[in-house]
């Protein structure tokens, strides 16, 4: 039996990866089995098409290309410079942007790159410059010193954790909050939404350099008309993590005052989640701001990875394709059917719905920690992560939600029938799941009772779910 190209480039690739260390061949042999045979539905993760996997395994791995296209600091990037500026028009031609930079590592190091861009914007901006603050390639040593001061105290007002904001939008132990005097705002306690006026008001009092909108856990549209009229007045740059709806973006299903790229200074997001590509990071901005954020290497980056950039480009013009409309819209049906099963079947849910990828469940209700719940559904081949809900009374470790996501399983073909049942899934797990006890006999957060039968029993229901809706159908390692 001859087989399809697909088959082919993965056996090849196993082999001689098993020449030289089996166990990591095996290993990613059973991780492609563990996901095909399980539901995913962390929020923030997707499936790569094989051209993009494929993209990624080649020679530009072997490439230093420190710089930007046709300024580099190495010899020999013609070819790298060819992969980047390909992907760079593809973003800027789906997003409707003026200037796009695909070299960031992750969603992290995008966002490094937009908050350090700004500052550095911000000292070599006319209005410093008339306090003798000189250009920054002229600054002393001296001079950076007391920069450091005085801009590792700038402010940054973003979206609080718990409210379903992001750890680098200014929580105190990530590098964002270090870098900016921060504060956040939350949602509203009775709607779980964020409120608008609240958000304005915080930024009078606080007047920050940065305003973050964006999120991770946060199931509804943000109005970012409003809130580029909030930063404008209170002088503040507006910046928008998109990292998590970003497909949506794409797909043209967020659209209007629900589209971040007109309305911000400067968007970051991150090329994996519901936009479908390799695990990366890109910043799009304005002209104000494009000779600043090229700078990203070596202001905040090292060495780009032009291979990865390579499956950016492949992703992104995946992306330009009538169909992915259509999935991303898919995407958004699957999270409401999803939620609206778990909600008549008496599941407490954060804004009680999603106009998004993605469902946040508040598990109090059935008596767990979030850990707890997750732990119970990975037991019973549905995969999860548990998240904080507002005023999470569990903290970020053990918290009391579960986030949950339609974008991997939209990629598999599964609809809204098949969110009904998973739906009816997720329930019989947690409702039949009990908290557990410490030795001490005192209640734990962190154990759990479930009868390994029923745990069985709807692990085989979650792989006969996905039967009819096979993972990578063109790929048969054998």
Wanted: net charge negative.
């Amino acid at each position: 039996m001859s087989l399809n190209a697909e088959s082919t480039a993965f056996r090849s690739a196993l082999e001689v990866i098993r020449a030289v260390e089996p166990r990591v061949a095996d290993a990613i042999g059973a991780e492609l089995a563990d996901q095909r045979e399980s539901l995913k539905l962390i929020a923030s993760e997707n499936y790569a098409s094989p051209a993009t996997l494929l993209a990624m395994g080649n020679w530009f791995s072997d490439k230093y290309a420190e710089g930007t296209v046709g300024r580099r600091f190495y010899a020999g990037c013609q070819n790298v410079d060819t992969v980047e500026a390909l992907a760079a028009e593809h973003a800027r031609e789906l997003f409707g942007a003026a200037h796009a930079y695909v070299q960031p590592h992750s969603g992290i190091d995008a966002n490094l790159v937009a908050f350090w861009a700004i500052l550095a914007d911000r000292v070599e901006s006319p209005a410093l410059k008339k306090a003798q603050v000189r250009q920054v390639n002229d600054l002393t040593e001296a001079d950076w010193f007391a920069l450091r001061r005085e801009l590792g105290n700038q402010r940054m007002l973003g979206m609080s954790l718990d409210a379903g904001g992001h750890l680098t939008h200014g929580f105190r132990p990530n590098i964002s909050g270090k870098m900016f005097d921060q504060r956040s705002y939350g949602t509203d306690p009775a709607t779980g939404l964020i409120d608008y006026d609240r958000v304005a008001e915080a930024a009078r009092e606080f007047k920050p350099l940065i305003l973050v909108a964006g999120y991770s856990a946060y199931p509804r549209k943000v109005n970012f008309r409003i809130m580029r009229e909030i930063a404008d007045s209170v002088g503040a740059t507006f910046m928008v993590d998109m990292a998590h709806f970003a497909g949506l973006v794409a797909g043209k299903v967020f659209t209007g005052d629900f589209d971040p790229v007109p309305h911000a200074h400067i968007v970051t997001t991150t090329t994996h989640k519901s936009l479908r590509g390799p695990r990366g990071g890109m910043v799009l901005c304005g002209p104000e701001l494009a000779d600043q954020v090229d700078r990203g290497c070596p202001m905040v980056l090292g060495g780009p990875l032009p291979h990865v950039m390579g499956a950016k480009a492949v992703a992104l013009a995946e992306a330009r394709r009538p169909d992915f409309a259509d999935y991303a819209q898919r995407i958004v049906d699957n999270a409401q059917a999803l939620a609206e099963g778990l909600v008549r079947r008496g599941t407490k849910l954060v804004t009680g719905g999603t106009d998004n990828h993605l469902v946040l469940l508040d598990v109090s209700g059935y008596g767990l920690t979030g850990r707890q719940a997750e732990q119970a559904l990975l037991d019973s081949g549905i995969v999860t992560n548990r998240n904080a809900v507002p005023q999470d009374p569990n903290g970020a470790w053990y918290t009391s939600g579960i986030r949950i996501g339609t974008p991997a399983l939209t990629t598999r073909g599964l609809g809204v029938a098949e969110m009904d049942a998973t739906a009816e899934l997720i329930h019989t797990v947690l409702s039949q799941t009990q908290a557990g006890s410490n030795p001490d006999g005192t209640p734990s957060k962190a154990k759990y009772v479930l009868d390994p039968a029923l745990a069985d029993k709807i692990s085989k229901q979650a792989t006969e779910l996905l039967t009819g809706f096979p993972l990578y159908p063109a790929v048969d390692l054998g």
